[in-house]
């Protein structure tokens, strides 16, 4: 580029000269003073090694609402939602209305209302329904026409709303929804309550059935997050005079088939019917949790084996549908009781936990009683299912959705337990094709070395490559859902189970004192090299849900302890053939995220984000900063949960560990009182991604204690200079 004369005027008037030598040194000061710290904190980093085979070979990538929401542009909700659902909704399933509503199965009573409210429709319409395109409230007050002659005695009411304002924490305005007749009368409704959901349109177009269907799923994912140990939840759309009935559980959603009210008043008729006197079951209300009135108080029991637990307050919940469903309960007892949806393919949690206690694991929690409960397939049993609905692209009709904020159901991370609210209504975060590295032949320092191991890089000719390159082209699809092939199940099989385990314990992101933090953090560690090495299994599931403080009832005891095994693998087995991993996406390791086999650096990976999230976030939260400061404007750390996709968030994390400057602006986020830790996270990057002026993503070969020891012992230290 040729500079015009008034460009090099202006650079001649404006030299620069001087004005960076300041800062260049300050820079250069503060990086002598870090090197002496970081040098003298614990015993030398270990050098770059060679990568190490994956444990095992990884399960596909699939977007999940708990984990991905886009930064700007378009509504993050309906992309999370979209991305969840786009490969397991099915239309026009056969046996649906056999299985969920067919009068043979009904009590006179309710063929007899069936049957009376049939008169309304004179052969060609129903007689009262609003003519023309008729408004959402309009079609509201005709429903209610209809209930209040026919279906008075109906145990379930209809409701309406028209303000979000009317439901708890302003989820959004619901066109019409059901409650049981016996649910206390109030101005505020909640999602506790309802039994089904309903979204009314004006008219009908195909061509809005994406904007439709996630508006209606958004509605949903409230009723699970309120609900989270329900089975299903039935919904429907009435976009002018078609309808659509829905249900929606943890492996998707399904549907009748679109079909007018006019020329189809019978099915109409057995819809409103149905929705109105089904019982808890049809319902797909919680059935297992016995809840018994004990004096002035209702109280909640599980029954498994010989066991009777009383569930005391709610620890965790998932804000997703097509999920684990992991909801979480403290007892009594000091135990925890745990509701989950596992994928019926990997091996189930209880196996993993019988086989670390035989193997003597120490630092994992126990395994005191479990049943099984129910699976999708039984809850579908009887359905015939045609191929997935073929959704338009993925980036359309996304500006037709109202805003995230209009419903306040947007949960792009998992809560921690503190801020768990559970009730339930009465009566009832991966990879395919790894890239496997060469080995190398080089072998790790003596796990009893105590001396300072070199930081220089492997030699030219060293066979291995530290796994730093971008995924490869192929990989691209990987950042989005892909479709079942033609060998896979149309939807994945998940079975649900209860466990009691214990201890109870308390989330890490409850804790209240540095010292507990890296007490806890330290023994979790432990907990996992246990888990790898004695019990020959990866965890793969690291993140503040998944690590507990607990209360030891000996100095040597565990302080911290590993909670959630269904995510493990045994080592080097084959792939479970599982369509998901639904870890969270802050502390994915940027290897997991990149197609690469999980191995147990890359849960060390996800330990170490663990506690930079605990720094830099939790701290603020938990009030252990100072009185008079405040918590960052702008948090560094949402660019790990917040990207078009899992790509975009390994680059961004990429960039915070491979930066000196940006690994410096993340720790700049932690309060006045947590930058006595910048020591040991500069530390533990260095064990994990190597010496300045590299990125070293790969794991070393040799024993597992070259990285499980320096990191254990860093904590160590950082503890005792407390």
């Given at each position: 580029?040729?500079?015009?004369?008034?460009?090099?005027?202006?650079?001649?008037?404006?030299?620069?000269?001087?004005?960076?030598?300041?800062?260049?040194?300050?820079?250069?000061?503060?990086?002598?003073?870090?090197?002496?710290?970081?040098?003298?904190?614990?015993?030398?980093?270990?050098?770059?090694?060679?990568?190490?085979?994956?444990?095992?070979?990884?399960?596909?990538i699939k977007s999940s609402s708990n984990r991905l929401?886009?930064?700007?542009?378009?509504?993050?909700?309906?992309?999370?939602?979209?991305?969840?659902?786009?490969?397991?909704?099915?239309?026009?399933?056969?046996?649906?209305?056999?299985?969920?509503?067919?009068?043979?199965?009904?009590?006179?009573?309710?063929?007899?209302?069936?049957?009376?409210?049939?008169?309304?429709?004179?052969?060609?319409?129903?007689?009262?329904?609003?003519?023309?395109?008729?408004?959402?409230?309009?079609?509201?007050?005709?429903?209610?026409?209809?209930?209040?002659?026919?279906?008075?005695?109906?145990?379930?009411?209809?409701?309406?709303?028209?303000?979000?304002?009317?439901?708890?924490?302003?989820?959004?305005?619901?066109?019409?929804?059901?409650?049981?007749?016996?649910?206390?009368?109030?101005?505020?409704?909640?999602?506790?309550?309802?039994?089904?959901?309903?979204?009314?349109?004006?008219?009908?177009?195909?061509?809005?059935?994406?904007?439709?269907?996630?508006?209606?799923?958004?509605?949903?994912?409230?009723?699970?997050?309120?609900?989270?140990?329900?089975?299903?939840?039935?919904?429907?759309?009435?976009?002018?005079?078609?309808?659509?009935?829905?249900?929606?559980?943890?492996?998707?959603?399904?549907?009748?088939?679109?079909?007018?009210?006019?020329?189809?008043?019978?099915?109409?008729?057995?819809?409103?019917?149905?929705?109105?006197?089904?019982?808890?079951?049809?319902?797909?209300?919680?059935?297992?949790?016995?809840?018994?009135?004990?004096?002035?108080?209702?109280?909640?029991?599980?029954?498994?084996?010989?066991?009777?637990?009383?569930?005391?307050?709610?620890?965790?919940?998932?804000?997703?549908?097509?999920?684990?469903?992991?909801?979480?309960?403290?007892?009594?007892?000091?135990?925890?009781?745990?509701?989950?949806?596992?994928?019926?393919?990997?091996?189930?949690?209880?196996?993993?936990?019988?086989?670390?206690?035989?193997?003597?694991?120490?630092?994992?929690?126990?395994?005191?009683?479990?049943?099984?409960?129910?699976?999708?397939?039984?809850?579908?049993?009887?359905?015939?299912?045609?191929?997935?609905?073929?959704?338009?692209?993925?980036?359309?009709?996304?500006?037709?959705?109202?805003?995230?904020?209009?419903?306040?159901?947007?949960?792009?991370?998992?809560?921690?337990?503190?801020?768990?609210?559970?009730?339930?209504?009465?009566?009832?975060?991966?990879?395919?094709?790894?890239?496997?590295?060469?080995?190398?032949?080089?072998?790790?320092?003596?796990?009893?070395?105590?001396?300072?191991?070199?930081?220089?890089?492997?030699?030219?000719?060293?066979?291995?490559?530290?796994?730093?390159?971008?995924?490869?082209?192929?990989?691209?699809?990987?950042?989005?859902?892909?479709?079942?092939?033609?060998?896979?199940?149309?939807?994945?099989?998940?079975?649900?189970?209860?466990l009691v385990i214990s201890p109870a314990g308390r989330?890490?992101?409850?804790?209240?004192?540095?010292?507990?933090?890296?007490?806890?953090?330290?023994?979790?560690?432990?907990?996992?090299?246990?888990?790898?090495?004695?019990?020959?299994?990866?965890?793969?599931?690291?993140?503040?849900?998944?690590?507990?403080?607990?209360?030891?009832?000996?100095?040597?005891?565990?302080?911290?302890?590993?909670?959630?095994?269904?995510?493990?693998?045994?080592?080097?087995?084959?792939?479970?053939?599982?369509?998901?991993?639904?870890?969270?996406?802050?502390?994915?390791?940027?290897?997991?995220?990149?197609?690469?086999?999980?191995?147990?650096?890359?849960?060390?990976?996800?330990?170490?984000?663990?506690?930079?999230?605990?720094?830099?976030?939790?701290?603020?939260?938990?009030?252990?900063?100072?009185?008079?400061?405040?918590?960052?404007?702008?948090?560094?750390?949402?660019?790990?949960?917040?990207?078009?996709?899992?790509?975009?968030?390994?680059?961004?994390?990429?960039?915070?560990?491979?930066?000196?400057?940006?690994?410096?602006?993340?720790?700049?986020?932690?309060?006045?009182?947590?930058?006595?830790?910048?020591?040991?996270?500069?530390?533990?990057?260095?064990?994990?991604?190597?010496?300045?002026?590299?990125?070293?993503?790969?794991?070393?070969?040799?024993?597992?204690?070259?990285?499980?020891?320096?990191?254990?012992?860093?904590?160590?230290?950082?503890?005792?200079?407390?």
């Open positions: 580029m040729t500079l015009s004369e008034q460009q090099k005027k202006i650079i001649a008037d404006y030299p620069l000269g001087g004005t960076l030598d300041n800062i260049r040194n300050k820079l250069r000061d503060s990086n002598e003073a870090d090197e002496i710290l970081l040098d003298t904190l614990a015993p030398g980093t270990p050098p770059l090694r060679p990568t190490a085979l994956p444990t095992f070979k990884g399960t596909p929401a886009d930064s700007a542009g378009v509504d993050p909700v309906a992309k999370e939602l979209f991305s969840e659902m786009r490969y397991c909704t099915f239309r026009d399933v056969g046996g649906f209305w056999d299985k969920f509503f067919n009068p043979e199965s009904w009590p006179n009573k309710y063929k007899e209302m069936l049957a009376e409210m049939k008169t309304k429709h004179d052969g060609k319409t129903w007689t009262d329904f609003p003519r023309g395109t008729p408004t959402e409230a309009l079609v509201s007050a005709w429903f209610r026409s209809l209930e209040k002659p026919f279906l008075a005695d109906a145990p379930n009411k209809l409701h309406t709303t028209t303000s979000a304002h009317q439901f708890e924490e302003g989820k959004g305005q619901l066109d019409l929804f059901l409650q049981r007749s016996t649910t206390e009368a109030s101005t505020i409704y909640s999602y506790k309550n309802v039994l089904v959901v309903g979204e009314l349109k004006q008219s009908y177009n195909p061509g809005r059935f994406k904007a439709d269907f996630l508006q209606l799923t958004r509605y949903v994912r409230s009723v699970f997050n309120d609900q989270p140990t329900r089975r299903f939840v039935h919904a429907f759309l009435l976009c002018g005079s078609m309808m659509e009935l829905w249900i929606f559980d943890r492996a998707g959603a399904y549907s009748s088939g679109p079909f007018d009210i006019q020329e189809e008043p019978d099915r109409f008729a057995r819809a409103l019917v149905g929705y109105l006197t089904m019982d808890s079951e049809a319902m797909g209300l919680d059935t297992f949790i016995e809840r018994v009135v004990e004096g002035e108080e209702q109280q909640r029991y599980v029954t498994l084996e010989d066991k009777r637990a009383r569930l005391h307050t709610a620890m965790y919940k998932q804000n997703a549908i097509v999920c684990r469903g992991t909801t979480c309960f403290t007892t009594y007892d000091n135990e925890v009781v745990k509701f989950a949806w596992a994928s019926g393919k990997r091996t189930s949690e209880v196996e993993h936990l019988t086989q670390a206690k035989k193997n003597g694991v120490k630092g994992v929690a126990e395994i005191v009683a479990h049943r099984r409960i129910t699976s999708i397939a039984e809850m579908r049993k009887g359905l015939k299912f045609p191929a997935a609905h073929p959704f338009r692209d993925e980036n359309s009709d996304f500006d037709d959705l109202p805003s995230a904020t209009s419903t306040n159901t947007s949960g792009s991370k998992r809560k921690s337990p503190s801020d768990a609210t559970i009730n339930t209504a009465s009566g009832s975060n991966k990879k395919q094709r790894p890239s496997i590295p060469r080995k190398g032949s080089m072998q790790p320092p003596s796990s009893t070395s105590k001396t300072k191991p070199s930081m220089q890089p492997p030699s030219s000719t060293s066979k291995t490559k530290p796994s730093m390159q971008p995924p490869s082209s192929t990989s691209k699809a990987l950042t989005k859902p892909t479709p079942p092939t033609p060998s896979e199940d149309l939807w994945e099989d998940r079975i649900y189970s209860c989330v890490i992101s409850e804790f209240s004192a540095i010292k507990q933090l890296l007490e806890s953090m330290r023994d979790a560690i432990k907990a996992h090299q246990s888990l790898y090495v004695t019990g020959n299994i990866l965890h793969r599931d690291i993140s503040p849900n998944n690590i507990i403080i607990t209360d030891p009832e000996t100095p040597h005891d565990f302080k911290g302890m590993l909670i959630d095994l269904d995510m493990a693998k045994v080592r080097d087995s084959d792939p479970s053939g599982a369509r998901q991993i639904t870890g969270t996406i802050q502390f994915m390791a940027i290897e997991v995220m990149e197609n690469v086999g999980h191995t147990y650096r890359h849960d060390l990976e996800s330990f170490f984000y663990v506690l930079l999230w605990m720094c830099a976030r939790q701290s603020w939260s938990n009030g252990l900063a100072g009185g008079d400061e405040q918590a960052p404007n702008k948090n560094l750390l949402d660019r790990w949960e917040k990207g078009n996709d899992y790509s975009q968030i390994a680059r961004n994390k990429k960039g915070d560990m491979s930066s000196r400057v940006m690994f410096e602006d993340v720790l700049s986020q932690f309060p006045e009182s947590f930058k006595v830790l910048k020591p040991l996270c500069h530390y533990i990057r260095k064990i994990l991604f190597g010496p300045e002026g590299g990125m070293f993503l790969g794991t070393p070969e040799g024993d597992p204690d070259q990285l499980y020891r320096p990191i254990i012992e860093a904590y160590s230290e950082a503890i005792d200079k407390l």
